[in-house]
């Protein structure tokens, strides 16, 4: 087997890609997503008690079934963002390695470069 010391080109935007410790950041909604959504299903059926004039907690098992539900809801709504996230990133890191064209090399630019001089109008 030959070794090939060729650069790919375009393999700065795919180490853009690349999770860092930055992009793992903790993100409420990544920990609490499951437990909000139990406690938001299980305290409709409460709150539409005392909205009807019903004691609270007139509907236990519509209460628990609630809780219940919303657990699943939470779980499910969670795993479908995650695999959605990656499927995203996977679509993106294919259409990268398929067409290295659209991402030439960046150019290091210093900041004086990227001003447009400035007349004052006084």
Not at 17 to 26: A, G, I, R, T, V
Not at 37 to 61: A, C, D, E, S, W
């Amino acid at each position: 087997m030959e070794s090939t010391d060729e650069k790919f080109s375009a393999q700065w935007a795919l180490d853009l890609l690349e999770p860092s410790p930055f992009d793992l950041s903790n993100n409420i909604l990544k920990y609490y997503q499951v437990p909000i959504f139990t406690f938001t299903f299980g305290t409709v059926i409460p709150f539409v008690n005392k909205l009807r004039g019903l004691p609270m907690m007139m509907n236990k098992p519509y209460t628990i079934f609630g809780a219940i539900l919303g657990t699943f809801c939470g779980y499910v709504v969670t795993n479908i963002a995650e695999y959605r996230f990656a499927r995203r990133d996977a679509e993106m890191r294919e259409y990268i390695k398929q067409h290295p064209e659209y991402f030439p090399e960046p150019e290091n630019r210093k900041y004086a470069d990227l001003f447009f001089p400035w007349h004052p109008s006084r």
